[in-house]
């Protein structure tokens, strides 16, 4: 059994990076979207102290591709927790919800996604809507709701395929996110287009009494 999970791992895998050497189809970008989301939850509840199993399959190769853009998504992840180090934290809290009911969390997750990408789409946007999700996430774990973890990983899976992949691929696909311009482009804009995002909070009416309590004001 355990040869057999490995083997199949190893094939999902060398499906995966395969991709990266071709321009990717929307099916394989929201495949690789949902690994990335998998290691980038993953990573956030090692941090907190927090054990989760993820999926073997999901485990990018070393040295490939695919783990040099979940290295970079991460560094970025941190960055960006760094300028605001409560927002991504606690964020069920914040929108005031119920971690036991799917249709919630889905249906929060999907708001806070959608208005984050109501100006346009950047970089920047979408290491936010990453850190979002893993924020959920870590609070579903410590609530005993480590199920909801594939239910969030899905829905961001679903969002990018709606929403996100026509311009990724004209970027080249997640790639782009790994090449030394996409990354010192980030790094000048931290102050600025990484901030945009952070106005997910008011809009959502159930939490614009604790966003405001907060003192944070985005223009």
Not at 73 to 95: F, K, S, T
Not at 175 to 203: C, D, F, H
Request: proline residues 4%; contains cysteine.
């Amino acid at each position: 059994m355990k040869m057999e999970v490995l083997r199949r791992s190893s094939v999902f895998a060398a499906e995966v990076m395969e991709v990266f050497d071709r321009t990717p189809t929307d099916k394989e970008l929201v495949s690789q979207a949902k690994v990335l989301c998998r290691d980038f939850i993953h990573s956030r509840l090692i941090r907190a102290g927090i054990g989760w199993n993820k999926p073997e399959q999901s485990t990018p190769v070393p040295g490939g591709k695919l783990a040099e853009v979940s290295n970079i998504l991460l560094r970025l992840g941190d960055e960006l927790e760094y300028i605001r180090p409560n927002l991504y934290r606690n964020v069920a809290r914040q929108l005031n919800i119920s971690l036991h009911s799917e249709t919630v969390v889905t249906d929060a997750f999907l708001a806070v996604a959608t208005q984050i990408f109501t100006s346009g789409i950047t970089w920047g946007k979408v290491v936010s809507l990453y850190a979002v999700a893993a924020g959920l996430a870590v609070d579903c774990v410590r609530h005993a709701q480590p199920a909801m973890v594939h239910t969030i990983v899905d829905c961001l899976g679903e969002f990018v395929r709606k929403t996100l992949v026509t311009w990724m691929k004209r970027r080249g696909g997640w790639t782009q996110l790994a090449q030394r311009r996409g990354r010192n482009e980030m790094m000048k804009r931290r102050a600025g287009q990484m901030y945009i995002p952070l106005v997910w909070l008011s809009q959502l009416p159930q939490c614009k009494d604790s966003f405001f309590s907060n003192g944070e004001h985005f223009s």
